[in-house]
């Protein structure tokens, strides 16, 4: 049986042998075999609730975090697409957040409010995405916000997840790769519009300054590795900067094919317009190969790499 003869009825949107590249942010990847985007959460549920089990979902965001190999994703992927991309304060410092929502527009929003989200201003990707990955920037993490998560299990069970349930970390969380955060409550410290406005466009003028944020990219490519302390502390600090460890393997602007790292800042992983995807992710290989055999260093991917190469 074709996996298209599985596919239980839906009120939402379904396409097969969708092309990603379009809706990834490096511009990269094959097709996925069946893209799904729910009307809304019983849509959802209801269709992972009758999904054959053997069938695999993977949900994606904006893909600000993801390169899609060329050979595509087998199974489904879930894009929440616009119904899941709500934002509604409910008094006390929090606000109910879609997640689907982008983070900068919930940014703005919050800000409007005179609610200090203004850490998630200059991060491209969505809610859902920003908690799978407890986003963050200059010192602020999503963990420090996230009050609680309504998600689907790929069993199509609804379900509450509060901190314990995600055990954040850096750049990481529990989440299970197949469960779907549709929305989240998030809490953060009040303060004056205008402020708060102020504090985002410095973010916005400093990121400028110091990223290639025009370029095609997913953001840093590495984690910062772990264990490195300037203060002494060994427990989950990266104070050393994967930027540094590639500067010092002298990578900087190194290339193959048609990917780079960004001559403005080494971390970055950029398509300068003909990269594939075995091109990005075979320079990340590159990069880490280089950095073990001169630093002794084992850089840990950031960006999540998912599908298949092309054969
Ligand atoms: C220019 C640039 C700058 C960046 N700067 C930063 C930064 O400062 N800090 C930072 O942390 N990141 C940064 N990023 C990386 C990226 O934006 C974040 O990791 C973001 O949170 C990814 O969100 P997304 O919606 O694009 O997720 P995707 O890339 O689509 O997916 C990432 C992961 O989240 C999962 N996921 C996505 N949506 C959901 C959902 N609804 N439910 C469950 N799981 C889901 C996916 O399965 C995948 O595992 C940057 C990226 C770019 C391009």
Same mark, same amino acid.
């Given at each position: 049986?074709?996996?298209?003869?599985?596919?239980?009825?839906?009120?939402?949107?379904?396409?097969?042998?969708?092309?990603?590249?379009?809706?990834?942010?490096?511009?990269?990847?094959?097709?996925?075999?069946?893209?799904?985007?729910?009307?809304?959460?019983?849509?959802?549920?209801?269709?992972?609730?009758?999904?054959?089990?053997?069938?695999?979902?993977?949900?994606?965001?904006?893909?600000?975090?993801?390169?899609?190999?060329?050979?595509?994703?087998?199974?489904?992927?879930?894009?929440?697409?616009?119904?899941?991309?709500?934002?509604?304060?409910?008094?006390?410092? $929090?606000?109910?957040?879609?997640?689907?929502?982008?983070?900068?527009?919930?940014?703005?929003?919050?800000?409007?409010?005179?609610?200090?989200?203004?850490?998630? #201003?200059?991060?491209?990707?969505?809610?859902?995405?920003?908690?799978?990955?407890?986003?963050?920037?200059?010192?602020?993490?999503?963990?420090?916000?996230?009050?609680?998560?309504?998600?689907?299990?790929?069993?199509?069970?609804?379900?509450?997840?509060?901190?314990?349930?995600?055990?954040?970390?850096?750049?990481?969380?529990?989440? /299970?790769?197949?469960?779907?955060?549709?929305?989240?409550?998030?809490?953060? /410290?009040?303060?004056? /519009?205008?402020?708060?406005?102020?504090?985002?466009?410095?973010?916005?003028?400093?990121?400028?300054?110091?990223?290639?944020?025009?370029?095609?990219?997913?953001?840093?490519?590495?984690?910062?590795?772990? &264990?490195?302390?300037?203060?002494?502390?060994?427990?989950?600090?990266?104070?050393?900067?994967?930027?540094?460890?590639?500067?010092?393997?002298?990578? #900087?602007?190194?290339?193959?094919?048609?990917?780079?790292?960004?001559?403005?800042?080494?971390?970055?992983?950029?398509?300068?317009?003909?990269?594939?995807?075995?091109?990005?992710?075979?320079?990340?290989?590159?990069? #880490?190969?280089?950095?073990?055999?001169?630093?002794?260093?084992?850089?840990?991917?950031?960006?999540? $790499?998912? &599908?298949?190469?092309?054969?």
């Amino acid at each position: 049986m074709s996996l298209t003869d599985k596919l239980p009825p839906v009120a939402g949107r379904l396409s097969f042998d969708k092309p990603m590249k379009a809706l990834s942010w490096l511009r990269v990847g094959g097709p996925a075999e069946v893209l799904f985007t729910p009307a809304h959460m019983a849509d959802l549920a209801g269709f992972l609730a009758a999904l054959p089990a053997d069938v695999p979902v993977l949900p994606v965001g904006v893909c600000s975090n993801m390169i899609i190999r060329d050979g595509g994703i087998g199974g489904v992927v879930v894009r929440l697409g616009r119904a899941f991309n709500g934002f509604e304060v409910l008094g006390d410092g $929090r606000v109910r957040v879609g997640g689907f929502a982008l983070d900068g527009q919930v940014a703005k929003q919050a800000a409007d409010a005179g609610i200090d989200l203004a850490f998630l #201003r200059t991060i491209p990707g969505t809610i859902g995405g920003a908690i799978k990955m407890n986003a963050g920037c200059y010192g602020d993490y999503l963990a420090d916000v996230f009050v609680s998560a309504t998600a689907v299990t790929r069993g199509g069970q609804v379900v509450t997840l509060r901190p314990d349930d995600l055990r954040f970390a850096y750049r990481s969380s529990a989440l /299970p790769d197949d469960t779907i955060i549709c929305q989240a409550v998030l809490r953060a /410290p009040r303060g004056a /519009p205008a402020d708060i406005h102020q504090k985002m466009h410095t973010a916005v003028q400093r990121r400028a300054e110091s990223q290639p944020v025009d370029d095609l990219s997913c953001g840093s490519t590495f984690r910062n590795p772990a &264990g490195f302390s300037s203060t002494g502390r060994e427990d989950d600090v990266h104070d050393l900067k994967a930027w540094k460890v590639i500067d010092d393997a002298g990578l #900087r602007g190194a290339t193959l094919g048609g990917a780079q790292m960004s001559p403005k800042h080494p971390n970055f992983l950029v398509n300068t317009g003909t990269a594939t995807a075995a091109d990005l992710e075979g320079l990340g290989e590159l990069v #880490r190969q280089k950095v073990r055999d001169t630093a002794g260093i084992d850089l840990q991917w950031e960006i999540m $790499r998912v &599908g298949t190469p092309l054969l």
